[in-house]
């Protein structure tokens, strides 16, 4: 029997802006059992790190909260309060971000930055957090890690930062990683040496997984399940082999044919024509609807809930058969 | 560190020359220093014969080449007025200005981090809003209407402070005169010390607020956040550690602007420091004085400067000056 570890149901999350509130994502409903990798995809602007950022309560200001649960291991993370929430961060759930050239501080060495996460939610002294700290740098298989942690950022490239990110995320053993876009910012040959480390790691220490990009290609590497975003809402969910195989959704279906896997070399990629509507101005019915092949009347007028067929999840009035 | 060190004390002499022949090249501009000398009855020839026996019808670069070989021998002239070497006059005067911009620096360092901090975690926090306030206030009033106003409200009307004048002082080491050690003393620096703070606090705190709160967006404190810290570390070592780099950077050259600030600050207060020795000396045509003044403060510039960036090379390890 798979353990639940994360439940989400509904979340909302708005920011009161002078023009406006904006809602960047609704109704954002998931679940991942312990040890599960799932993935979150969708074009820019979906709403796919605000979903991740809001698990942890860290979305920017001024968006907060608007409703919703995120049940973690029985803790109610929507209702705990900041110590609470602190405790969680950074010990239970870690995060890796985008772009490694940012993520590190730079005026503080590496291992300080490796040590001070452990030193805030574990009893241990200095030297027994130093002794965690390089043994992590050796299951991220960086070479010579004691002489890292003296270190400061900038003397590390690209690759090795992200490297050093993982193995701050993994320092307190944590039950989920979330991962917002943690190769895009890295080149092609080191994105996929990150993504089958990321991949061993989670399976060797059973942590569950959170891998938000843009790009199909590598959740179908990695994960499990696959959630697809559309202007802040999910509107295909299911195991990652048959939405690569079958996707259902129009939008979908588009994103699979983007893939440049997809395309016979020297011809244009197929991208999905238009472009995904502001938060401020989302039309009426579908919001895919006037980027979409298959539209029909319905679309334009009724939103379509996000519907169980078969195994999936679909958010669509025709999904796409097959037989 | 020995390199960065010999590097930039090497720049630092360049400055220091080009200052010199700046200030020396003033003296020309100031009118004739014979007739300051002897006065109007003294007849034509012996004036010639007096010019060519001070070398003062030598080319521009003999005379500057002199000054320059006096002037790191610690000769930078006499005074007109006093009929001592200039450099004596000032090392009179020096103590009681480094007082004032001590005391001026206590109130920066005492109140610029605290308030600037505050001021950028909690911007919609009533203190942080009278704090901007108050700090526009400071910046965009003289100095010389801060001065006359605190006299007016503490020495005029409440009568709780001395309005001008050093008070009691002690001496230091024998040559080194200063109030900072007696009650008097000090109470004849408050006012002259917050006056001389008014405009460099308010920039400060204002400067620290917003370098902190662009330090707070950035994605390493969010990590930070995520790595799930106290939130007294995220700000006093993650993002206080990187508001510090261009404070020092931009303070530095602020605590050096303070020295001319000085100068309105004794006037008002009749401090008797080398800014109001100089501004007497503008009056008198002293010009030796008035230069050995300018290569003094330029002294103090080029030295505030060069601690400034060893204490930046220190603080950023991007920056080596631990050159092997
Ligand atoms: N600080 C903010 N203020 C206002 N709106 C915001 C803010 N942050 C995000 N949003 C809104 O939320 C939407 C979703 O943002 P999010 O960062 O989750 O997108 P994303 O799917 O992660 O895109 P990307 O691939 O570019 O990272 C954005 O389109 C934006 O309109
Ligand atoms: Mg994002």
């Given at each position: 029997m798979?353990?639940?570890?994360?439940?989400?149901?509904?979340?909302?999350?708005?920011?009161?802006?002078?023009?406006?509130a904006?809602?960047?994502?609704?109704?954002?409903?998931?679940?991942?059992?312990?040890?599960?990798?799932?993935?979150i995809?969708?074009?820019s602007?979906?709403?796919?790190?605000?979903t991740a950022?809001?698990?942890?309560?860290?979305?920017?200001?001024?968006?907060?909260?608007?409703?919703?649960?995120?049940?973690?291991?029985?803790?109610?993370?929507a209702?705990?309060d900041?110590?609470?929430?602190?405790?969680?961060r950074?010990?239970?759930?870690?995060?890796?971000?985008?772009?490694?050239?940012?993520?590190?501080?730079?005026?503080?060495?590496i291992?300080?930055?490796?040590?001070?996460?452990?030193?805030?939610?574990r009893?241990?002294?200095?030297?027994?957090?130093?002794?965690?700290?390089?043994?992590?740098?050796?299951?991220v298989?960086?070479?010579?890690a004691?002489?890292?942690?003296?270190?400061?950022?900038?003397?590390?490239?690209?690759?090795?930062?992200?490297?050093?990110?993982i193995?701050i995320?993994?320092l307190?053993?944590?039950?989920?990683i979330?991962?917002?876009?943690?190769?895009?910012?890295?080149?092609?040959?080191?994105?996929?040496e990150?993504?089958?480390?990321?991949l061993?790691?989670?399976?060797?220490?059973?942590?569950?997984?959170i891998?938000?990009?843009?790009?199909?290609?590598?959740?179908?590497?990695?994960?499990?399940?696959i959630?697809?975003?559309?202007?802040?809402?999910?509107?295909?969910?299911?195991?990652?082999?048959s939405?690569?195989?079958?996707?259902?959704?129009?939008?979908?279906?588009?994103l699979?044919g983007a893939?440049?896997?997809?395309?016979?070399?020297?011809?244009?990629?197929?991208?999905?024509?238009?472009?995904?509507?502001?938060?401020?101005?989302i039309?009426?019915?579908?919001?895919?609807?006037?980027?979409?092949?298959?539209?029909q009347?319905?679309?334009?007028?009724?939103?379509?809930?996000?519907?169980?067929?078969?195994?999936?999840?679909?958010?669509?009035?025709?999904?796409?058969?097959?037989? | 560190?020995?390199?960065?060190?010999?590097?930039?004390?090497?720049?630092a002499?360049?400055?220091?020359?080009?200052?010199?022949?700046?200030?020396?090249?003033?003296?020309d501009?100031?009118?004739?220093?014979?007739?300051?000398?002897v006065?109007?009855?003294?007849?034509?020839?012996?004036?010639?014969?007096?010019?060519?026996?001070?070398?003062?019808?030598?080319?521009?670069?003999v005379?500057?080449?002199?000054?320059?070989?006096?002037?790191?021998?610690?000769?930078?002239?006499?005074?007109?007025?006093?009929?001592?070497?200039?450099l004596?006059?000032?090392?009179?005067?020096?103590?009681?200005?480094?007082?004032?911009?001590?005391?001026?620096?206590?109130?920066?360092?005492?109140?610029?981090?605290?308030?600037?901090?505050?001021a950028?975690?909690?911007?919609?926090?009533?203190?942080?809003?009278?704090?901007?306030?108050?700090?526009?206030?400071?910046?965009?009033?003289?100095?010389?209407?801060?001065?006359i106003?605190?006299?007016?409200?503490?020495?005029?009307?409440?009568?709780?402070?001395?309005?001008?004048?050093?008070?009691?002082?002690?001496?230091?080491l024998?040559?080194?005169?200063?109030?900072?050690?007696?009650?008097?003393?000090?109470?004849?620096?408050?006012?002259?010390?917050?006056?001389?703070?008014?405009v460099?606090?308010?920039?400060?705190?204002?400067?620290?607020?917003?370098?902190?709160?662009?330090?707070?967006?950035?994605?390493?404190?969010?990590f930070?956040?995520?790595?799930?810290?106290?939130k007294r570390?995220?700000?006093?070592?993650?993002a206080?550690?990187?508001?510090?780099?261009?404070?020092?950077?931009?303070?530095?050259?602020q605590?050096?602007?303070?020295?001319?600030?000085?100068?309105?600050?004794?006037?008002?207060?009749?401090?008797?420091?080398?800014?109001?020795?100089?501004?007497e000396?503008?009056?008198?045509?002293?010009?030796?004085?008035?230069?050995?003044?300018?290569?003094?403060?330029?002294?103090?510039?080029?030295?505030?400067?060069?601690?400034?960036?060893i204490?930046?090379?220190?603080?950023?390890?991007?920056?080596?000056?631990?050159?092997?």
């Open positions: 798979d353990k639940l570890l994360l439940s989400v149901k509904n979340l909302e999350v708005v920011f009161p802006l002078r023009t406006g904006v809602t960047a994502i609704r109704d954002v409903s998931f679940e991942l059992n312990q040890g599960e990798r799932i993935g995809v969708g074009e602007g979906a709403g796919k790190s605000i950022f809001a698990i942890l309560n860290l979305i920017s200001k001024p968006g907060y909260l608007a409703s919703g649960s995120i049940e973690f291991d029985g803790i109610d993370l209702e705990a900041e110590d609470l929430m602190r405790q969680i950074g010990n239970r759930i870690s995060m890796i971000f985008q772009d490694p050239m940012m993520t590190l501080n730079p005026v503080l060495t291992g300080t930055q490796m040590e001070e996460t452990i030193l805030a939610h009893d241990t002294s200095r030297d027994d957090a130093r002794k965690i700290a390089i043994e992590k740098l050796k299951a298989q960086i070479p010579s004691e002489t890292r942690l003296d270190q400061y950022p900038h003397e590390l490239s690209g690759g090795m930062r992200q490297r050093v990110v193995a995320a993994l307190t053993d944590p039950q989920l979330v991962a917002d876009e943690p190769t895009t910012a890295l080149d092609v040959t080191i994105q996929a990150i993504l089958e480390l990321l061993d790691l989670c399976n060797e220490f059973d942590v569950g997984l891998l938000i990009t843009h790009d199909l290609g590598v959740v179908s590497q990695v994960t499990q399940r959630l697809v975003m559309y202007a802040g809402r999910i509107i295909e969910q299911g195991s990652t082999s939405i690569i195989e079958n996707p259902m959704h129009p939008y979908t279906k588009g699979i893939l440049p896997e997809m395309t016979t070399p020297g011809e244009k990629l197929n991208q999905i024509p238009g472009v995904m509507p502001s938060l401020q101005d039309p009426s019915g579908c919001p895919f609807h006037n980027r979409c092949r298959y539209i009347d319905v679309c334009r007028s009724r939103l379509p809930d996000l519907a169980k067929r078969e195994e999936r999840l679909i958010a669509c009035h025709f999904p796409i058969q097959y037989d | 560190m020995f390199a960065f060190l010999v590097r930039r004390l090497g720049q002499v360049i400055v220091m020359l080009v200052i010199s022949l700046l200030s020396f090249s003033i003296q501009q100031l009118g004739d220093p014979l007739r300051e000398l006065g109007q009855s003294v007849s034509e020839e012996i004036r010639n014969e007096l010019r060519e026996e001070m070398g003062l019808n030598d080319p521009f670069m005379q500057y080449g002199r000054f320059l070989k006096n002037a790191v021998q610690g000769d930078l002239g006499t005074s007109y007025f006093f009929k001592r070497p200039a004596d006059v000032i090392m009179d005067k020096l103590p009681a200005t480094i007082d004032l911009v001590i005391g001026a620096t206590f109130w920066i360092l005492l109140f610029s981090v605290p308030v600037g901090v505050f950028a975690i909690r911007p919609h926090h009533w203190f942080s809003k009278v704090a901007m306030g108050v700090s526009i206030v400071g910046i965009s009033v003289p100095v010389f209407l801060t001065a106003f605190l006299i007016y409200l503490f020495a005029v009307e409440l009568g709780w402070l001395p309005s001008y004048g050093r008070g009691d002082t002690v001496m230091l024998g040559r080194w005169k200063t109030s900072l050690f007696t009650l008097d003393g000090l109470k004849h620096l408050l006012l002259p010390s917050i006056s001389l703070a008014s460099i606090l308010p920039l400060f705190v204002r400067m620290i607020r917003s370098e902190m709160m662009e330090v707070l967006e950035t994605e390493y404190v969010k930070a956040w995520a790595k799930g810290l106290h570390r995220i700000w006093m070592i993650h206080f550690k990187n508001t510090l780099l261009p404070v020092i950077t931009v303070g530095g050259v605590l050096g602007i303070m020295v001319a600030y000085t100068i309105l600050t004794e006037t008002v207060f009749q401090w008797p420091g080398m800014g109001f020795m100089f501004l000396a503008i009056n008198r045509v002293d010009t030796p004085l008035i230069v050995a003044y300018l290569i003094i403060v330029g002294l103090i510039f080029v030295i505030t400067n060069t601690v400034v960036d204490i930046y090379g220190m603080v950023n390890p991007m920056v080596k000056i631990t050159g092997q």
